[in-house]
């Protein structure tokens, strides 16, 4: 069974193509067959002006258009949409979408925080983890920050916040919100023993990729702390000259950064897994259950 899901963040739109292939043991595998991103940044016009410009609305068209094509090249049957933060807040958003629809027969859903929060859970990482155990996720985004909190092999609590990379950037985040986040972790997590994050996004995955460690193995707490003070001292140029990142990537990798040092502190988590998924393998698996419990 071949599917795709269309994930529109607030810094970039992603299409991920996915083979659903019966497993040895059972369960079915999961086969990557692509993942193209294009950096639509679409919450640089949303979290600034509450509108997404005309020039970016036509490039959000094209990508549009684009994926459509690949998904037509790949005989793709079966597909799934989401989008997040900035078309939440973008007054114009119904128009755009509704042009989307139009030009390429593609329904771009928004989902709210917290559906997106219960989407990123869905991509089943945890089952491979100690179910005695406790773990947070952390997923940063441009627009937002999803915090899905499971102790002891059962989900306790979901939570959005209106905190992300963008909006840091664009000074549009308060003390306020930070305390929000703070008070809402260290009230849902007291009494929960050994927390353990696992973080998903573009940034905590390039910082993981910086640091060299094998595949599995957590990143520590001062690691991230090593990293953000590393990469705060630098410019922009220095960040991509450096790290060979790209410009979309180096602006957003210090808040984002920040983000995880905060969550993590205030869960008094020491380590965090980086497993390289998020919304759109969240997003494959949904489609899977819903085609499967339709006997599709």
């Known amino acids: 069974m071949r599917l795709a899901a269309i994930d529109i963040g607030s810094n970039a739109a992603r299409l991920l193509i996915n083979d659903v292939v019966p497993g040895a043991n059972g369960r079915p595998e999961f086969v990557k067959l692509s993942l193209v991103r294009v950096p639509l ?46 078309m939440r807040d973008a007054s114009n958003a119904a128009d755009i979408l509704q042009t989307i629809e139009a030009e390429t027969g593609i329904e771009v859903k928004i989902i709210t925080g917290e559906e997106e929060a219960t989407f990123i859970y869905e991509n089943h990482f945890a089952d491979n983890l100690n179910s005695n155990e406790s773990y947070l996720y952390i997923d940063v985004g441009g627009g937002s920050t999803e915090l899905t909190f499971f102790s002891d092999g059962k989900l306790v609590i979901q939570k959005s916040f209106n905190i992300g990379t963008i909006r840091l950037l664009k000074n ?120 499967k419990a339709a006997k599709v």
Not at 59 to 68: L, Q, S
Not at 74 to 82: G, N, P, Q, R, S
Not at 195 to 213: C, M, P
């Open 41 to 86: 940044r679409l919450g640089f016009d949303v979290f600034e002006s509450g509108t997404i410009s005309e020039e970016r609305a036509k490039m959000f068209v094209t990508t549009m258009k684009a994926y459509k094509h690949l998904l037509d090249a790949y005989e793709v049957k079966h597909l799934i949409t989401a989008a997040t933060s900035a």
């Open 172 to 291: 549009q985040v308060t003390q306020e919100h930070w305390a929000e986040m703070r008070a809402f972790i260290r009230e849902k997590l007291r009494g929960h023993h050994h927390i353990t994050a696992i973080g998903s996004g573009g940034n905590i995955n390039k910082v993981f990729s910086l640091s060299k460690r094998k595949e599995g193995k957590p990143l520590s707490l001062d690691l991230l702390r090593n990293y953000y003070k590393e990469l705060s001292s630098l410019s922009l140029h220095q960040r991509i000259s450096t790290y060979g990142m790209r410009e979309d990537r180096a602006d957003v990798i210090v808040p984002a950064l920040l983000i995880y040092i905060n969550v993590m502190n205030w869960a008094d988590a020491a380590e965090i897994f980086v497993p390289k998924i998020g919304l759109a393998d969240g997003l494959i698996h949904i489609l899977y259950e819903r085609l």
